[in-house]
C-alpha cells in the first residue's frame, strides 16, 4: 500500500585531485584569482565530474553575487556607508570562503548565503 520513500542516492567519491580543485575554488578569493579558477574548473569539469562542477559553479555565483555587492558599496560610497559595508564585505567573504572549503573538503555541499544563482 504504502510504501516508505527511497533513501537519496549516496553522492560518489570525489577523488583527491577533484577534493583539492574543489577546495581551490572555495578558496580562490583568498589566492586571488577571484573567478577566474571557479570558471575554469566548471568548464572543465562539467562533464567529467559534476560534484566537482557544482562546487566550482557555487563558488562562481558567489565571486560574481560579490562582484555586484561591491559595485553597489562603491555607489554607496558617496554618501559614506558604502565605506563599512565594503570591510563588512571583505571580512564575510573570507570567512564564507574559509567556511565553504572547509566544509567541501568533509565531502559536505556548502550553499554560499545570499548567493544570486547565475549559473
Same mark, same amino acid.
Given at each position: 500500500?504504502?510504501?516508505?520513500?527511497?533513501?537519496?542516492? *549516496?553522492?560518489?567519491? $570525489? &577523488?583527491? /585531485? /577533484?577534493?583539492?580543485?574543489?577546495?581551490?575554488?572555495?578558496?580562490?578569493?583568498?589566492?586571488?584569482?577571484?573567478?577566474?579558477?571557479?570558471?575554469?574548473? %566548471?568548464?572543465?569539469?562539467?562533464? /567529467? *565530474?559534476?560534484?566537482? #562542477?557544482?562546487?566550482? +559553479?557555487?563558488?562562481?555565483?558567489?565571486? !560574481?553575487?560579490?562582484? !555586484? %555587492?561591491?559595485? *553597489?558599496?562603491? *555607489? @554607496?560610497?558617496? =554618501? @559614506? !556607508?558604502? =565605506?563599512?559595508?565594503?570591510? $563588512? @564585505?571583505?571580512?564575510?567573504?573570507?570567512?564564507? #570562503? !574559509? =567556511?565553504? &572549503? $572547509?566544509? #567541501?573538503?568533509?565531502?559536505?555541499? %556548502? +550553499? %554560499?548565503?545570499?548567493?544570486?544563482?547565475?549559473?
Amino acid at each position: 500500500m504504502n510504501q516508505p520513500p527511497t533513501p537519496p542516492p *549516496a553522492p560518489a567519491p $570525489v &577523488s583527491s /585531485d /577533484d577534493k583539492i580543485w574543489i577546495i581551490l575554488c572555495h578558496l580562490s578569493l583568498i589566492l586571488s584569482v577571484g573567478f577566474v579558477l571557479p570558471l575554469i574548473v %566548471y568548464i572543465v569539469k562539467k562533464q /567529467d *565530474a559534476p560534484n566537482t #562542477a557544482e562546487h566550482a +559553479r557555487e563558488a562562481l555565483n558567489f565571486h !560574481i553575487s560579490l562582484l !555586484i %555587492y561591491s559595485i *553597489a558599496c562603491l *555607489a @554607496l560610497t558617496v =554618501i @559614506l !556607508i558604502g =565605506i563599512p559595508l565594503f570591510f $563588512v @564585505l571583505a571580512i564575510g567573504s573570507i570567512v564564507l #570562503a !574559509i =567556511i565553504a &572549503s $572547509v566544509k #567541501a573538503s568533509e565531502g559536505v555541499m %556548502y +550553499r %554560499y548565503p545570499l548567493t544570486i544563482r547565475f549559473v
